[in-house]
């Protein structure tokens, strides 16, 4: 028997919006464990792959159920939250339905889905003296873990914008927001200001077992050196519950400036003009982004600040997702805009013009100055904005060198845009955004003997103390924008060069484009198999590098279950 039903292509990809469900049979598959083929759609729409099995388990023992059973069967297993990535490390580019339902034997397409987001939702939250401890199951989404958090008295200084990704997405890839202490400013207990994977205090993951041949549950101690690999684990595990600190909860500001031109934020260090670099915000600060449109000069900059009670100027907002501008497209006019510039690319300057207007316009009013609790202004992205794609990496610097950084990295962008723009070609037609966070310091961790987390991509540099800070540039554009991936592999190439370890170091950010090949985003081989190798081995220890990383991620999990193809690219045998 099947059950179907259709949405046009470009609504949401979350779970929720599952373009199709077909009862799903599967040999031995324990019968107690729902399963259905669904369709799975990544954020930007780039992969999408019809009649895929998805499994949603109730128990603990559900979950190792299908797990052993997957071993056995020789099928892959990949947990999915809302999908809300951009990097392949749940599923490569497109397989059509008929090569599914006619080579399901083969070992390349034995793959099932493990959907969390419906019965991994618990949450516990257990005041201490200084610091709080939340214990939760991954499968809750960050703006219901928030809010829970919220009502408990208790936050987080920075996160990811969207409120729709599930826990175990954000920690999987080293999920992040912006934030650096400002100069005047105490880190409180329970805080920190690198990625939530350096809150994580213990953790409970499937992993092998020797002793009784095979999957289990294991609780890891965050001063375990085993958990290390796990904390930012990039899909090659599964964690079903952390532990994690959580610090007082905050009220925040937050100001929204559309006045303050490019060429002084991005200035040289040097050049302090007005005081208006971006540096001086981050002084005074320590939390601020830029979103700038390509071909315009003067961005959308938002500053937060900490303020326990309301500025005369502020207006109170109860709930997050407070710029409906930029947040309430629906999929069909993102579709269309993404197909006009596809065919039309010679406008992307007007229409990134209109776009800076509207936001100029909109934030006239009540969304400029904004204040309340810190999960209202912290989560600003829904499922209804542009569906764009998007490079990333992490600059690890000076706090000194913030501003030299970002100054090489616009003078650069404008030189390759020009570049393009004089061949007729405009690869670029969504916005660059600009984000500063800590690295991932143990110090900040309220457990004796905290590990660092291996792959983190603001883990410490060993080698460079003084580097303190990463520096986030990601780049965005609709997918299938003709040069966009030639654009992306002239600045990755620029990046690495630039940023060589001299006064800064670049890594990728997991849940994004990296290693663009002429072709293709992730598949340059020097890019992933030395560059990125290398970006987690020089200056640390052996002990807590990618190679030993890779080595207790292969000994938890040695028949592959939960390897993507991608992760056999980074982690090859």
Known sequence: MVTSRTIQKGNSPSQKDII?????????FPKNVTCKKKTFKNWSGEIEVDNIPFCIPHSNEE???????????NYKLRAVGQSHNWSPLILETELLETELLETESTAKNRVILMDLSKHFTLVNIEHHSQFSIVTAQTGVLMETLMTKMENKGVGFIATPAPGDLTLGGVLAIGGHGTAIKAVDETLQPGHTFGSLSNTILSLSAVVWDTESQQYTIKRFERSDPNCAPLLTHLGSALILEVQFQAGKNQRLRCQSFTDIPAAELFAQP????????????????????????????IPWLKVWSVAPTKPVSSVEVKAPYNYPFSDNIPPAISNILDNILSHFPQITSEISKIQYELAHASLQGDGKDIWGWSKNLLLYVKPTTLRVTANGYAVLTRRADIQLVLNKFYTELQRLMRKFASQGRYPINGPIEVRVTGLDDPADVMHKGAVVPSLSAIRPHLDHPEWDVAVWLDVLTFPDTPYSIEFCHQFEQWLFKEFDGSYASARVEWSKGWAYSSNAAWEDKHVLTKIIPTSFTDGLPADNNWRSAVATLQKYDPHHVFRSPLLDKLFPD
């Open 63 to 73: 979950v190792i159920s299908v797990v052993n059973w997957a071993w056995k069967e």
């Open 20 to 28: 199709s469900e077909i009862e799903c049979y599967l040999p031995n």
């Open 270 to 297: 040097k050049d302090s003009k007005k005081n208006r670099t971006f540096s001086h915000f981050l002084d005074k600060s320590g939390r601020a982004e830029i979103i700038l449109f390509p071909f315009t000069d």
